[in-house]
């Protein structure tokens, strides 16, 4: 599985944005698909994942209310639309996939993708 990245860029506090990745190779629908992302100098850390049914995504603390991770399996496509942003989500956000998780972490994933960038200045 390639994944790809976009959607990323600079962003003021308290708007939006929505990151896509599109997912190309063997079967998308079969995978729990997530997000995580790096901050300079700290670790990677789970953002959101949906399972490959679409059903009861789940959010890390710091952005549940905020974030919504949604997927279109027509499309080989996973979202995660961003909104009240602030200047602490800055980071290197990772689409991600697990063949074998329905809550992936960072030794289960199987793909990851190439990373975009999010900066909300503070």
């Known amino acids: 599985v390639q994944l790809v990245e976009s959607g990323g860029g600079l962003a003021q506090a308290g708007d939006s944005l929505r990151l896509s990745c599109a997912a190309s190779?063997?079967?998308?629908?079969?995978?729990?698909m997530a997000w995580f992302r790096q901050a300079p100098g700290k670790e990677r850390e789970f953002v959101a994942a949906i399972r490959w049914t679409g059903a009861s995504p789940y959010y890390a603390d710091s952005v549940k209310g905020r974030f919504t991770i949604s997927r279109d399996n027509a499309k080989n496509t996973v979202y995660l639309q961003m909104n009240s942003l602030k200047p602490e989500d800055t980071a290197v956000y990772y689409c991600?996939?697990?063949?074998?998780?329905?809550?992936?972490?960072?030794?289960?994933?199987?793909?990851w993708g190439q990373g975009t960038q999010v900066t909300v200045p503070s």
């Open positions: 190779g063997r079967t998308f629908s079969r995978y729990t």
């Open positions: 991600a996939a697990d063949g074998r998780q329905a809550r992936p972490t960072l030794s289960t994933v199987d793909y």
